[in-house]
């Protein structure tokens, strides 16, 4: 599965905002917007111009791509499937991208970020309704069980995990069971369920060029 594999952080910087794609690092000291504001590449008092319509549909694209780790022919799949189904695309596009597996895991608390999530998930950890699913992008539906698989439960990681998911605040979709290790979908998630700083409008205008 190709996957990108550079620096993180440069992508948080240039984006000017923290995308959150370190886990715990992003609340520390050490989270680079923190301590560089300004764009790599550039100094703190170097000129910027004026960013042009194009550049901030494709900024917000590929803010939208890095958040939940998609590269860019999985993405286009994700807007084209948006399109057919009826409502607005924008917010399909998340609603979407909020259903993949890996998001889901990552909501639930199992990984502290998406990129772990979905190493966990890649290396066949979880079950969904009680198959092994080792697809990222898989996408769950309301009724869905996502589980620890039994054979992963004694792992030194999900020994530790299992304490920490009792303080996992998760959203109102999703219900978790942490003594279970296992979360149900009560529902799509709704724009107001989804807490990415997206301009899903932008990312729409840039596909529909």
Not at 37 to 66: F, N, V
Not at 128 to 135: C, K, Q, Y
């Amino acid at each position: 599965m190709a996957r990108y594999t550079g620096p993180v952080c440069r992508i948080c910087r240039r984006a000017g905002m923290k995308l959150f794609l370190k886990g715990e690092r992003c609340f520390g000291p050490k989270c680079a917007v923190e301590r560089r504001t300004y764009p790599p590449g550039s100094s703190a008092t170097a000129r910027r111009r004026k960013q042009s319509e194009y550049g901030l549909q494709l900024r917000e694209k590929q803010k939208a791509r890095s958040i939940y780790g998609v590269l860019e022919t999985q993405f286009r799949k994700h807007f084209a499937e948006a399109e057919r189904q009826p409502g607005v695309t924008g917010e399909n596009l998340l609603r979407i991208l909020e259903s993949r597996l890996d998001n889901v895991v990552y909501r639930l608390g199992f990984g502290d970020s998406r990129a772990q999530a979905r190493q966990l998930v890649r290396h066949g950890h979880f079950l969904l309704n009680g198959r092994r699913t080792d697809i990222p992008s898989a996408l769950v539906k309301p009724g869905d069980v996502v589980e620890v698989a039994p054979g992963s439960r004694e792992n030194e990681y999900f020994k530790l995990a299992r304490g920490g998911l009792q303080k996992k605040s998760v959203p109102r979709w999703l219900e978790l069971d942490a003594a279970g290790l296992r979360g149900r979908v009560l529902s799509a998630p709704s724009r107001d369920d989804i807490d990415t700083s997206i301009n899903e409008q932008l990312v729409v205008e840039f596909y529909s060029r």
